[in-house]
């Protein structure tokens, strides 16, 4: 997606670039193409455009299967003699400053702002929209590049981005060559998708052996640093000077050096993808009620009494971290759209034969019922039932309406505030 033209009316180098990164392009596409099978594929308009767009991003993955943040031109096949494909290792030395690399702006494969695992993320979309081997191929073969990507021992996790020779390197002034904590949480939880999509045992394989280093970085508040040096594996952070320090005491505010853990979610979701026999690619369009089941039940259990979800996290213009926590409107859109799909697919014709699935329909088909009889009903004498109140008898119904309070409750009090 190219951005506005200057004030001149001449778009400058970076004002025409294709952004890529923070899931500006993947985003538009994943839109444009699930608009494209919502209208029956019947406006061309739409099509071409899709098309476009995929064949561009195909043309611009590298041999190795990553991607670069933009490009300023419509792309050209890359060649694996300019950019060989190679394993990830540590550098014998690296500038503790930016402004000292040999190379303005060594990054050519970059993890960073999620452009790799939001590209795999779109491709694997539209290969179930267009049934299209191609993009399932583009999505494999960046997966493939999660796999080289990954450090050896002591240190196998990944980093934001790496050179030509596949080693860690600098990108902006605050983003050190370093292992992250913080994108390597979304690239486990790609490869785990990339499993459940292919069945390909490397991708389980390649978490297992990233969630032991993982939880062992974890910091005393339970959280992940931005970024862990290399080797040594010490926290690494800036201060407002933009010198690499040891300690967080200092940080400028416009960037995230401390990062929620999902290390605990990651790990239920490896556990439970390596006891089942994996998913071929002809199943990826039947959901998973067992799993959408006990996610969806996890999420209700994280709800606190008012029926909000409270996590850790700052108040970024605030400059502070309420020990009680924040409500961030990310979190709750996130998890009431997981508890919709289990809801959504506890109903579909391929949920028929699924126990979950009926006993979720037959609770849900009570309360409609229950609460027709309740508003057809005069309020009680006492006044305790407002007009519309019912009380669940049977605790199935007790449970499903409680879930639908909680979360009506909670879109009331949505925000990212300070919970007092």
């Known amino acids: 997606m190219g951005l506005p033209l200057g004030s001149q009316g001449k778009a400058s180098r970076w004002q025409r670039a294709t952004a890529f990164d923070d899931d500006a392009t993947p985003a538009a596409v994943r839109f444009l193409a699930r608009l494209d099978k919502l209208l029956g594929f019947k406006d061309p308009q739409i099509q071409d455009a899709v098309r476009y767009a995929l064949d561009a991003i195909i043309l611009a993955q590298y041999p190795n299967g990553s991607w670069f943040g933009w ?68 999505a494999k073969k960046a997966g493939d590049f999660l796999l080289l990507a990954q450090m ?27 292992i992250t904590g913080a994108e390597s949480q979304n690239v486990m939880e790609t490869l785990l998708v990339l499993y459940s999509r292919t069945g390909d045992k490397r991708y389980l394989d390649s978490v297992a052996r990233a969630l032991p280093y993982y939880k062992k970085s974890l910091l005393p508040d339970g959280r992940l640093s931005r970024f862990y040096e290399l080797k040594t594996n010490r926290p690494l952070y800036f201060n407002r000077k933009y010198e690499l320090t040891y300690t967080s005491d200092d940080v400028p505010t416009h960037y995230g050096f401390l990062w929620v853990s999902r290390l605990d979610s990651i790990e239920a979701e490896h556990r439970r993808l390596a006891a089942s026999k994996g998913v071929t690619p002809t199943a990826r369009e039947k959901p998973d009620l067992t799993r959408l089941a006990a996610q969806a039940g996890t999420v209700i259990k994280g709800l606190d009494g008012r029926g909000a979800w409270v996590e850790r996290g700052s108040l970024r213009f605030h400059k502070v971290e309420p020990p009680s926590g924040v409500i961030k409107c990310q979190t709750f859109a996130d998890n009431v759209k997981l508890v919709s799909q289990f809801l959504m697919a506890s109903r579909g014709p391929q949920a028929k034969d699924a126990t979950t699935s009926e006993t979720a329909s037959r609770m849900l088909a009570d309360i409609r019922k229950k609460r027709g009889e309740a508003l057809a009903r005069p309020q009680a004498a006492t006044g305790r039932e407002p007009p519309g109140r019912f009380r669940p008898e049977t605790e199935g119904e007790r449970v499903i309406y409680e879930q639908l309070r909680q979360l009506q409750r909670e879109r009331r009090n949505c925000g990212a505030r300070s919970i007092g």
């Open 71 to 138: 490009w300023e031109y419509y792309p050209k096949p890359f060649s694996e003699r300019d950019y060989p494909i190679k394993q990830a290792s540590y550098p014998d030395t690296w500038p503790r400053n930016p402004s000292d690399s040999s190379v303005r702006w060594p990054a050519r494969y970059v993890l960073n702002d999620d452009v790799v695992t939001d590209a795999i993320r779109m491709f694997l979309d539209v290969w179930t929209i267009y049934h299209d081997d191609r993009f399932l191929a583009a």
């Open 152 to 178: 050896p021992d002591p240190q196998p996790g990944w980093c934001q981005q790496y050179d030509i020779d596949m080693k860690p390197c600098w990108g902006r002034k605050f983003e050190p060559p370093a």
